[in-house]
């Protein structure tokens, strides 16, 4: 299986510090997203990388990948009330027609204002 | 609003009842998933339709449930003789495609509860 598996499943921080969170895959992957859900809504798309790319930027977010390791991590920086939420990463791995996304279980943000 | 668009938001079903899920996609998108997603749970992916076409339904049980998307009008996920493991959050994504390198873009979801 692709699933990406986060880390840690839940994490509370105060607002105004970063948050990291990481997840890891298991075979090659050609990208892998970062989307973000509130309570009772859809996800919402964050960032992609490509596996020939070390890091993105958007905004506060920053993610890094590492083909090597199987793995990537989201930073939050300077945390909101408002960044509360469950995040997701989801791989690709391009078979074709059959090419899908696969979310891992998702952390559990909890920022304190 | 050009975003995905699900209905109902909650759907409350007795078991051996049909359940039918609506999603329009962003508009001049003509590429649509469906996932459902347990509590606690990531989504996983059930099936993947272009107009007209199944693309890949390898997620979906074998019985009772089926999905379309015609050439005019929204995709459809049909849950037919509901059983209460159907439970479930069922979203509706979409993108333009073609390609795996652009985000797909997701409805809030329809909320299905089987009594």
């Known amino acids: 299986s692709q699933q990406g598996e986060e880390d840690p499943q839940a994490l509370s921080i105060q607002e105004g510090e970063n948050a990291t969170m990481n997840c890891s895959y298991k075979?090659?992957?050609?990208?892998l997203q970062w989307y973000r859900q509130n309570s009772g809504r859809g996800l919402v798309h964050l960032i992609l990388?490509?596996?020939?790319?070390r890091e993105k930027h958007s905004g506060r977010l920053r993610v890094t990948l590492d083909t090597s390791k199987k793995s990537s991590s989201l930073l939050i920086t300077a945390s909101r009330a408002a960044d509360t939420a469950s995040y997701f990463c989801?791989?690709?791995?391009?078979?074709?027609?059959?090419?899908?996304?696969?979310f891992g279980k998702g952390i559990t943000l909890s920022v304190r204002p | 609003n050009a975003g995905v668009m699900q209905n109902p938001r909650h759907l409350v079903r007795r078991r051996g009842q049909e359940a039918r899920l609506r999603c329009s996609p962003m508009?001049?998108?003509?590429?649509v998933y469906w996932y459902r997603q347990l509590p606690e749970e990531g989504l996983k992916f059930m099936v993947y339709?272009?107009?007209?076409?199944?693309?890949?339904e390898s997620g979906m049980p074998k019985e009772r449930f089926s999905a379309e998307f015609p050439k005019e009008g929204p995709s459809i996920l049909r849950i037919q003789q509901v059983v209460r493991g159907d439970s479930a959050a069922y979203f509706c994504?979409?993108?333009?495609?073609?390609?795996?390198?652009?985000?797909?873009?997701f409805g809030d979801g329809t909320r299905l509860s089987i009594l």
């Open positions: 989801a791989t690709v791995v391009y078979t074709g027609a059959n090419s899908k996304l696969t």
């Open positions: 075979t090659s992957i050609n990208n």
């Open positions: 990388i490509r596996s020939n790319e």
């Open positions: 508009k001049g998108h003509s590429h």
């Open positions: 339709l272009q107009k007209e076409n199944i693309i890949d």
């Open positions: 994504a979409s993108h333009g495609g073609p390609g795996w390198d652009q985000p797909q873009h």
